[in-house]
């Protein structure tokens, strides 16, 4: 079975920073690009970046450039995203999926953890 579990997140002051994991199992973590997702209140789920554990590309939305990083470790099948600068409107229900380009429908997603950004 797939699985893939957030964590990391929690309640910041703006300007400050969370590192959130993602770990995966059930699958081949080096045969497929993982991405992060957000869902803020009211609003529709978001891609916010993309990594390829075989060949390290990365992508990010125009809303997050410059402010998150992804990374993965393969050895421990985690995907990581540094936030930095947070931003009030940064906050939302934060989700892993594979593929990248996954949706409710397609693919497969984790719980989400929670990040809420006070100003």
């Known amino acids: 079975e797939v699985q893939l579990v957030e964590s990391g997140g929690g309640l910041v002051q703006a300007g400050g920073s969370l590192r959130l994991s993602c770990a995966a199992s059930?699958?081949?973590?080096?045969?497929?690009?993982i991405g992060w997702f957000r869902q803020a209140p009211g609003k529709e789920r978001e891609g916010v970046s993309c990594?390829?554990?075989?060949?390290?590309?990365?992508y990010y939305a125009d809303s997050v450039k410059g402010r998150f990083t992804v990374s993965s470790d393969k050895g421990k099948n985690t995907v990581y995203l540094e936030i930095h600068s947070l931003k009030p409107e940064d906050t939302a229900v934060y989700y892993c999926?594979?593929?990248?380009?996954?949706?409710?429908?397609?693919?497969?997603w984790g719980q989400g953890t929670q990040v809420t950004v006070s100003s």
């Open positions: 059930g699958f081949t973590f080096d045969d497929y690009a």
């Open positions: 990594i390829s554990s075989s060949d390290g590309n990365t």
């Open positions: 999926a594979v593929p990248c380009e996954a949706t409710p429908d397609f693919g497969s």
